[in-house]
């Protein structure tokens, strides 16, 4: 696709119910990532994937976290049990691979997926 | 471990003022250093970088230099336009074994806001 799609944009859950939330990153790139924004902890790293397989999954809060991803290709980052402080913007970034030296691959950004929960 | 500490802001500035916005870091391994920017309603941005010593990183008139005796990378314009008015956030990406996966370790972000 153009940019890497996030859905839903929104998402206002009860406390205790699980979330889905979905990434398409950019056609093509292997590497994926999944940042936290909230507010008083900047944005956080939680899980990296290149492929399918997830080499680092270190900043993930919790095991009511977890996170897939198929086909090399959509991603999905599930939180179950969701309890108020994960609200938060949801960011998933996706970049051609890791770089090799000095050469950083640039990663790009979708626009996020709010997640209130009440 | 890794981190980024910079300037929190709020900053509010007229238009055509030189901006700043300090930025540290501490990393282990060889960090490559990145400024991004998210506009209202828009996603992050990648807005300039720096992958070794002594580079200079810019972009619609926004430079920032990779400074390792300082372990610095302040961002700097020097006549800011209201369409400047964003969060900013200086990042690290570290390379270890000769990889840079990518990771991003992010500073909390600097509110720019410019008057006309």
């Known amino acids: 696709g153009a940019g890497v799609s996030q859905s839903p944009s929104n998402k206002v859950t009860e406390k205790g119910k699980d979330v889905e939330l979905r990434c398409d990153p950019i056609?093509?790139?292997?590497?994926l990532y999944w940042y936290r924004q909230s507010l008083g902890q900047g944005l956080e790293f939680l899980i990296y994937?290149?492929?399918?397989?997830?080499?680092?999954k270190s900043g993930l809060p919790s095991d009511r976290f977890s996170a897939e991803r198929t086909g090399g290709s959509v991603s999905t980052l599930t939180i179950q049990r969701t309890q108020q402080e994960d609200s938060a913007v949801y960011l998933c970034?996706?970049?051609?691979?890791?770089?090799?030296?000095?050469?950083?691959?640039?990663?790009?950004f979708g626009q996020g997926t709010r997640l209130t929960v009440v | 471990g890794n981190s980024v500490t910079q300037m929190e802001g709020p900053v509010t500035l007229s238009e055509e003022a030189f901006l700043t916005i300090n930025c540290t870091y501490t990393?282990?391994?060889?960090?490559?250093l990145f400024w991004y920017v998210q506009y209202p309603g828009e996603g992050l941005q990648l807005l300039l970088k720096?992958?070794?010593?002594?580079d200079k990183g810019s972009n619609k008139g926004f430079e920032a230099t990779y400074r390792k005796e300082t372990t610095s990378f302040h961002l700097e314009k020097g006549s800011v336009q209201v369409s400047d008015s964003a969060v900013y956030f200086c990042?690290?990406?570290?390379?270890?074994?000769?990889?840079?996966?990518?990771?991003?370790?992010f500073g909390q972000g600097t509110i720019l806001t410019v008057h006309p």
């Open positions: 970034a996706s970049s051609s691979g890791p770089g090799q030296g000095i050469f950083s691959t640039e990663a790009f």
């Open positions: 056609s093509g790139h292997t590497a």
């Open positions: 994937f290149q492929g399918n397989s997830a080499p680092d």
């Open positions: 990393a282990t391994g060889y960090p490559s």
């Open positions: 720096a992958t070794k010593a002594d």
């Open positions: 990042a690290l990406s570290v390379i270890a074994g000769g990889t840079s996966y990518g990771k991003l370790t």
